[in-house]
């Protein structure tokens, strides 16, 4: 990768030092350049974006960083240039992520992040989400306006370990979204979604998410397979009764 530092590349704001510990901060400034430069040049960041990285990215991807219990593994479902999952592996280096990437110039950039920045404890996978399915299971997986919620479930949730939660960046829609999916919400047996307002405290525009957990860990088994309807009933395949047959974990 070049070292090379587009003009555009904005200097990290004070609010950052706020975000990220004093001895991680430079390594989120590394990747405001590189997603400023080569992530600019790869397509994998507009042009446009580049002066306001902090504020639209890397700050808002660090605030969910606090909601993540210390040591998890966290999958990243469509990645990208690496929000969030990049920007928690900066913040919290006691996380083990996985991005998970179907794109091939994608997972490039991402491979070639994770060794600049020497981010021991990232993994790069290319495929979809449900490659994954019956195989990996984390502590959180997160997205980043990836789908609406109703389909977003489908392919986080066979990811989620019992006592884990699909937390996902989203927009203003959220409302709207978490209405649309009740159907899918029962289907899955997921408890009700609960909605954050994140970064008003430290002066940024509101960052929201939302958090989904199993209603019913205890009855949580894999491999997880999606809803189907059964004698005119909704079932989730992978649901034992009172037990776990899990499987290896992330």
């Keep these: 990768m070049t070292d090379d530092v587009s003009r555009e590349t904005p200097s990290a704001p004070t609010v950052a030092r706020g975000v990220?510990?004093?001895?991680?901060?430079?390594?989120?400034?590394?990747?405001?350049?590189?997603?400023?430069t080569e992530g600019v040049l790869r397509g994998l960041i507009g042009?446009?974006?580049?002066?306001?990285?902090?504020?639209?990215?890397?700050l808002n991807c660090a605030?969910?960083?606090?909601?993540?219990?210390?040591?998890?593994?966290?999958?990243?479902?469509?990645?990208?240039?690496?929000?969030?999952?990049?920007?928690?592996?900066?913040?919290?280096?006691?996380?083990?992520?996985?991005?998970v990437e179907?794109?091939?110039?994608?997972?490039?950039?991402?491979?070639?992040?994770?060794?600049?920045?020497?981010?021991d404890g990232v993994e790069v996978v290319r495929g979809r989400a449900e490659a994954l399915h019956g195989d990996r299971r984390f502590a959180v997986v997160t997205s980043r306006a990836?789908?609406?919620?109703?389909?977003?479930?489908?392919?986080?949730?066979?990811?989620?370990?019992?006592?884990g939660v699909l937390l996902a960046m989203k927009g203003s829609s959220v409302a709207a979204e978490i209405d649309a999916a009740r159907e899918e919400l029962t289907a899955w047996g997921c408890a009700d979604p609960e909605v954050l307002t994140l970064g008003a405290d430290l002066g940024l525009?509101?960052?929201?998410?939302?958090?989904?957990?199993?209603?019913?860990?205890?009855?949580?088994?894999?491999?997880?397979?999606?809803?189907?309807?059964?004698?005119?009933?909704?079932?989730?395949?992978g649901r034992g009764r009172g037990t776990s047959n899990r499987?290896?974990?992330?």
């Design 205 to 237: 525009s509101p960052t929201v998410a939302v958090r989904v957990a199993w209603s019913d860990p205890g009855r949580v088994s894999w491999p997880t397979a999606a809803p189907r309807k059964r004698g005119g009933h909704q079932q989730r395949a």
């Design 146 to 163: 990836l789908a609406p919620l109703g389909r977003l479930l489908g392919w986080s949730m066979p990811l989620v370990e019992p006592a």
């Design 102 to 119: 179907p794109l091939l110039r994608r997972t490039t950039f991402l491979e070639e992040v994770v060794a600049d920045l020497g981010l």
């Design 247 to 250: 499987r290896r974990g992330a």
């Design 20 to 36: 990220f510990a004093f001895e991680r901060l430079p390594l989120a400034e590394r990747y405001a350049e590189l997603l400023a």
């Design 47 to 58: 042009p446009r974006e580049a002066p306001r990285l902090w504020e639209r990215h890397l």
């Design 63 to 99: 605030l969910l960083a606090d909601l993540v219990p210390p040591g998890a593994s966290v999958a990243d479902l469509g990645s990208g240039a690496g929000l969030p999952g990049l920007v928690l592996a900066i913040a919290r280096p006691d996380l083990r992520v996985t991005l």
